[in-house]
């Protein structure tokens, strides 16, 4: 069986391109780097591909606000390609700097037409940039990336994570059970407080996938975390682990959602 394809967007200050592609890879599927404009000059490529992951990074310094300016190069080159891929029975992942991509665009949520943004991912409310790690609930959901996923322990880095709609958007968010990750505290909602949420996002909000729930925009970095050595304090929980009589895994959470992608077409 042919294994599937995975496109890895990137682009001027693009930076988390090679850890997805070997994301996809480990989790058996099949991935290409294709810079945004190589795709403008051969738009069939996109024909090639089952899923698009928009990696994290500053993609074109973020000078006009984090994403916009990617985004506005798709919408203004790519924009009936995206429209004819995102309609069909593929999938969109976009982590960090990808998910600020895909909200610009339009595809999360999805309620306007491509290139208008419902939601907004805005300036850390402590206004500078943060990394560490986090702990996320992840709500009742029909996210393909999110299956058998209840919760997860994730890297994060950006400076402009701070989710933001407006209240007749985030009521259809909730409604359509389209907000399905959310920061927290030791299980519970992080409510705001720092730094378990570490940004200010409304809701706690920290990704959120279109009506269909096969597009995902997620603020952490689950390609950041596929082998359990990777975790900030694998130390201390294998020897937790050990003590415990338990097995120490190999791979770390984040690879989950990529073995999803790969899985659904399988």
């Known amino acids: 069986m042919a294994k599937v394809k995975a496109l890895i967007m990137t682009g001027y200050g693009i930076n988390c391109d090679a850890e997805t592609k070997f ?4 989790a058996g599927g099949e991935a290409e780097i294709i810079h945004i404009n190589d795709l403008i000059k051969n738009k069939s490529l996109m024909k090639q591909f089952r899923i698009i992951a928009f990696p994290g990074g500053f993609s074109y310094g973020d000078d ?9 190069k798709i919408r203004n080159n790519l924009s009936d390609e995206f429209s004819e891929f995102v309609s069909g029975d593929n999938l969109v992942i976009g982590i960090c700097n ?22 907004a991912l805005e300036h850390n409310s402590h206004g500078r940039y943060e990394c560490g790690w986090v702990d996320l609930n992840v709500s009742e959901n029909n996210s393909v990336f999110l299956r058998g996923i ?3 322990h994730l890297p994060f880095a950006h400076g402009e994570g701070n989710f933001y709609a407006e209240e007749a958007v985030m009521k259809r968010l909730v409604e359509n059970k389209q907000d399905v990750l959310r920061y927290s505290k ?8 720092y730094p378990f949420n570490p940004n200010g996002a409304m809701d706690d909000i920290a ?4 009506v269909s729930g096969r597009i995902l925009g997620m603020m952490p970095h689950p390609e950041r975390y596929l082998y359990f050595c990777q975790r900030e304090d694998w130390t201390l929980q294998k020897e937790l682990l050990e003590r415990e009589g338990k097995e120490v895994p190999e791979f770390g959470e984040g690879l989950k959602i990529f073995q ?3 899985e659904y077409f399988q």
């Open 186 to 193: 030791n299980g519970s909602p992080a409510k705001g407080e």
């Open 150 to 152: 209840k919760s997860l």
């Open 260 to 262: 999803n992608a790969v």
């Open 98 to 119: 990808g998910f600020q991509i895909i909200s610009n665009i339009g595809i999360v949520p999805g309620y306007s037409k491509l290139g208008e943004g419902d939601v």
């Open 23 to 26: 994301a996809f890879e480990l």
């Open 207 to 210: 990704g959120i996938t279109d």
């Open 64 to 72: 006009t606000g984090s994403g916009k300016a990617y985004a506005n």
